[in-house]
């Protein structure tokens, strides 16, 4: 028999980030020590109180169906911490999800259709394109690369990328893959086009909590924003919760109300016991969180040193746990070498949409990190 696939499917290529960490888990299975700087995954665990609210909750009974939107008691958590952002959103303007890749599918989802165009921002996470070709939609990128992938300077040619023809632009700050919090005048200037124009924005703030010396402002704060902003949020990566698979997104009720049919119909809701973590995680854990901040903070500045001792510059991140390494202009060859000749796990500039860098992740110990810079350099890789 020979089966016959969608086009939203065979459209897209599997998660250049996934497939990156797969290769390293081969490796290591056949006995190689690979210093694994590829993926977005914090190498903390999962905060005690944290743990202990889910096993308490599973003890308690909370292992069956919730409402679809998520148990009242977290969107009320959630509520209150957009509040603190400065945003205004309701238990009813809230949809908790299984991670917030899938509230960001679900969005897209919801609002873009074939043909439909999609503005991103490059270097950009490489789900959003996917879910975009999926959905049926069209892309337009904007390059930040040549201004140390900062959006201010890049304004001018946001302004020419988009128009009255564009459904959706998808801002994330702080940046996966390069560690950039944009500034409140680029967001200003992302709120006066997208009013122009008429545009809906994501603002993926999955990093918010994760920032070094900067406040990064919620876009949906701006006025004009409030109606046409989706706020996308989880906890896998300040609350270094990945696996419990916990996010959410917040949005004018309208639509919530539509995406919440697609939510239903496929996830159903979030796992019971593990909303009840997520408010022990929004609730009590402020302290944690700054911890294994100040932590990547560390790491940060020992990267660029390190990185520095071999003349290699890079743009500085502020948030977030990714540097993007200049490597010329075959990023793939670069990274597929790094992998078998030092045995350094880092994932194409190319795979964001900018060719020429690669991402390393410096959500490792310190030690692995010098390990890992220092077998770059010795074969050649710096």
């Avoid at 993926?204 to 876009?219: A, F, R, W």
């Avoid at 119909?265 to 009840?276: G, K, L, T, Y």
């Avoid at 294994?292 to 500085?316: G, I, N, P, S, Y």
Wanted: proline residues 4%; negative net charge.
């Amino acid at each position: 028999m020979t089966m016959e696939f969608t086009d939203r499917v065979t459209r897209v290529e599997p998660s250049a980030t996934l497939a990156i960490s797969a290769l390293a888990t081969e490796l290591e299975a056949d006995g190689a020590d690979v210093v694994d700087l590829s993926v977005g995954e914090p190498d903390f665990p999962t905060p005690q109180n944290i743990v202990d609210a889910g096993q308490d909750a599973m003890d308690a009974g909370h292992t069956g169906y919730t409402t679809s939107a998520g148990i009242l008691e977290l969107r009320e958590a959630i509520s209150e911490k957009l509040a603190a952002d400065g945003l205004d959103h309701g238990t009813d303007e809230i949809i908790v999800t299984p991670g917030a890749k899938q509230a960001l599918y679900e969005i897209v989802q919801t609002l873009i259709q074939d043909g439909d165009e999609v503005v991103l921002l490059d270097p950009a996470w490489v789900s959003y394109e996917a879910m975009v070709k999926m959905a049926g939609g069209s892309l337009s990128r904007v390059d930040l690369s040549d201004s140390d992938f900062q959006l201010e300077p890049a304004l001018d040619a946001l302004a020419e990328a988009v128009s009255d023809e564009t459904e959706l632009l998808i801002v994330n700050s702080p940046s996966n893959p390069t560690g950039a919090v944009y500034s409140d005048a680029a967001l200003e200037g992302v709120r006066d086009l997208a009013v122009e124009h008429d545009i809906t924005v994501i603002s993926d703030e999955i990093y918010k909590e994760i920032t070094y010396g900067v406040s990064p402002t919620s876009l949906g704060t701006l006025e004009g924003m409030a109606d046409r902003t989706i706020t996308v949020n989880g906890f896998s990566k300040a609350y270094s919760m990945t696996g419990w698979r916990l996010g959410y997104f917040a949005g004018p009720e309208e639509l919530i109300d539509q995406a919440g049919k697609l939510h239903s119909h496929s996830v159903s809701s979030a796992v019971n016991f593990v909303q009840h973590a997520g408010i022990e995680a929004l609730e009590n854990t402020d302290e944690a969180v700054d911890e294994m901040t100040e932590a990547f903070h560390e790491r940060r500045d020992l990267v660029v040193d390190l990185l520095a001792e071999h003349d290699v510059d890079v743009a500085v991140p502020e948030g977030a746990f990714y540097m993007m390494l200049p490597v010329g202009d075959d990023d793939q060859a670069w990274c597929e070498g790094a992998i078998e000749d030092a045995h350094v796990a880092t994932v194409p500039g190319s795979a964001f949409g900018t060719p020429g860098y690669a991402r390393i992740s410096y959500a490792a110990s310190e030690d692995r990190l010098e390990e890992g810079i220092e077998r770059l350099a010795d074969e050649g890789y710096l």
